[in-house]
């Protein structure tokens, strides 16, 4: 038997506010924690706006702090990042207004280097085969095309 324990509302506030502690959220993901709890709207709304007051729930650092850690760590460019903000319910402007978090020139070395380590590790085919390669890794990557035709210009 499969019986969900059942919490207080102070208890589940509790439990929001520690989500959002041990990692920025955005509304959504808090949203979507909420639907384990059987809350009705008028908590689920009363919680939602504790924790924004309280700085708890703050989708513009949620975004920038995002940006940044999937570009710094995880080499992401700007379309794929762009695309996992809108699924995560982030509103276009915030997410364009946010992308300064990264820096221009750590965005072109960042490109170059994916672009140079992963060409080297292509063997045995034509220039022209080996660029298409690369190409189509980097756009999986979510680097823009114009982005990715410089560096090959560079080359």
Known sequence: MNEKKSYTFLEIKQKLVNYCVYQDR???EVEQKMWDYLLIPEAKEEIL???MRENYLNEERFTRSYI???FY???WGRNKIRNHLKFKG???KLINSCF???DEGDYQKTLAKLFHNYSSKIKGLQVYQKNAKTIKYLLGK???YEEI???IEEE
């Open 26 to 28: 955005c509304h959504k």
């Open 142 to 144: 979510g680097f823009e």
């Open 149 to 151: 035709r410089r560096v």
């Open 68 to 70: 940044r850690g999937k």
């Open 49 to 51: 706006l504790y924790l």
């Open 73 to 75: 760590m995880k080499s």
């Open 100 to 102: 300064d978090e990264i």
């Open 90 to 92: 982030v509103p276009q």
